[in-house]
């Protein structure tokens, strides 16, 4: 069963860090694009990062540029997001998600470009 884990959210004040990690099993996620989606209370899942399979091109919501890093380690099929100076704004459902196959250098925005999707996360920041 192919499926993707995330794990790392939790309850943190305003300015803290916190360090996201999304787990794929039942294939390699190698040569796929991955990518961090977000959906708070009332709104519609959005865009916050994403990673191309080689690694060498990643691209973020305005939203997260220069607070958030994404990363991957191909080796064990997982992908991380680092989130720091955190805000009340970024409090959120974090889902996960890979495309099945990519260009070393691809990247989307888009959510409907995924093919697999993890059961989220939740991080909440409190003011």
């Known amino acids: 069963q192919v499926r993707l884990e995330e794990s790392g959210g939790g309850l943190v004040q305003a300015g803290a860090s916190l360090r996201l990690s999304c787990a794929g099993a039942?294939?390699?996620?190698?040569?796929?694009?991955m990518g961090w989606f977000r959906q708070a209370p009332g709104k519609e899942r959005e865009f916050v990062a994403a990673?191309?399979?080689?690694?060498?091109?990643?691209s973020y919501a305005d939203s997260a540029k220069g607070r958030f890093t994404i990363s991957r380690d191909n080796a064990k099929n997982t992908v991380h997001l680092q989130m720091n100076s955190l805000k009340p704004e970024d409090t959120a459902v974090y889902y996960c998600?890979?495309?099945?196959?990519?260009?070393?250098?691809?990247?989307?925005?888009?959510?409907?470009?995924?093919?697999?999707w993890g059961q989220g996360t939740q991080v909440t920041v409190s003011s």
């Open positions: 990673i191309s399979w080689s690694g060498g091109t990643t």
């Open positions: 998600a890979a495309q099945v196959i990519g260009t070393p250098s691809y990247t989307s925005a888009r959510r409907d470009d995924y093919d697999y």
């Open positions: 039942g294939r390699s996620f190698s040569r796929s694009p």
